[in-house]
């Protein structure tokens, strides 16, 4: 199968970054609370137990909080994940006021939510929308109906997600044909974690690997322990309670402080990474920016 069918988390750089230059960009993990059970997520089996950590404020509450950042630091680029956000109370009104002054913001949804209202008041000139295929739920062809909906609507985003829990193998090339036909690319994420008893994505089998594309170029982009990277101080990650840490992969094993602090700011220069794979290629690193990579 041709690559150019599909798009490989990690793959490129510049497929991954999602920013404006010069601006400081937020993860948001909005929730620890989705509609859907998916058991390649991360929050499998946890939901429970994490949502009790969900701070729920009111619309005005966190555009004082997002007021505050933007005197801090301008306007900021905003990736927008949970859970599904579009479960979180007033979710659209709360996009709409802070897409006033943050932009451009992403989200990240599985398309269950009320995407009508949605296009009916937030502006696609700021927002923009990226849905995940999840097979257990939906179908492809459902997924790409709601994809064009959103952009006959005026939002666009080049890609629909699926990650390719060890099960799912078997009809990735259906599903990649069925995107390619539709003239739609997948964005096809690999699963990282454990499927009886085994680890991935090493556990792909050599023709898996070969279909995913999972070579040595792929490996070199993720693989950046010991670079000198801008996570926590260009960009960050925002968890449900407010915890903010550099990036995803650290997670909460270094915080910066909690965006509910009136105190609260990033690191005035880089850090070296200690995650073993960064497959979502978060943040540019030193080295990256010096040569111009994005």
């Known amino acids: 199968m ?9 793959k490129n750089m510049e497929k991954e970054m999602f920013h404006i230059e010069n601006r400081v960009r937020f993860e948001w993990n909005m929730l620890y609370s989705c509609n859907y059970r998916c058991p390649y997520c991360f929050f499998e089996g946890k939901w429970e ?22 005197e801090r630091y301008g306007s900021c680029a905003l990736v927008i994940t949970g859970g599904e956000p579009f479960v979180y109370p007033d979710f659209i009104q709360l996009i709409k006021e802070i897409s006033a002054i943050h932009y451009p913001i992403n989200i990240s949804s599985n398309a269950s939510g009320d995407l009508s209202k949605f296009v009916s008041v937030i502006n696609p000139e700021r927002v923009s929308v990226t849905l995940s295929f999840h097979p257990e739920y939906n179908t492809i062809e459902e997924i790409i ?7 006959l609507n005026g939002f666009r985003n080049e890609f629909i997600n699926l990650c390719v829990y060890p099960p799912y193998t078997i009809r990735l090339k259906e599903y990649i044909e069925t995107a390619h036909n539709s003239n739609e690319t997948l964005k096809v994420i690999p699963f990282i974690g454990s499927y009886n008893g085994h680890q991935y994505p090493e556990s792909y089998s050599l023709n898996e690997k070969e279909l995913l594309g999972l070579d040595t170029t792929w490996k070199k ?24 840490a550099r990036c995803g992969q650290i997670g909460e094993r270094f915080l910066l402080g909690n965006i509910f602090d009136e105190s609260f700011e990033l690191l005035d220069a880089p850090m070296h990474c200690d995650a073993e794979m960064c497959p979502c290629l978060e943040t540019i690193t030193v080295e990256e920016s010096s040569k111009g990579t994005v």
């Open 2 to 10: 041709k690559k150019d069918k599909f798009y490989l988390q990690g």
């Open 49 to 70: 137990e994490y949502g009790k950590r969900t701070v729920f404020l009111s619309v005005e509450q966190w555009m004082g909080h997002w007021k505050r950042i933007y």
């Open 145 to 151: 109906k709601k994809k064009r909906f959103l952009e």
């Open 221 to 244: 982009n993720v693989e950046r322990k010991g670079t000198l990277c801008a996570a926590g101080q260009k960009s960050a990650l925002i968890f449900p309670d407010g915890k903010v």
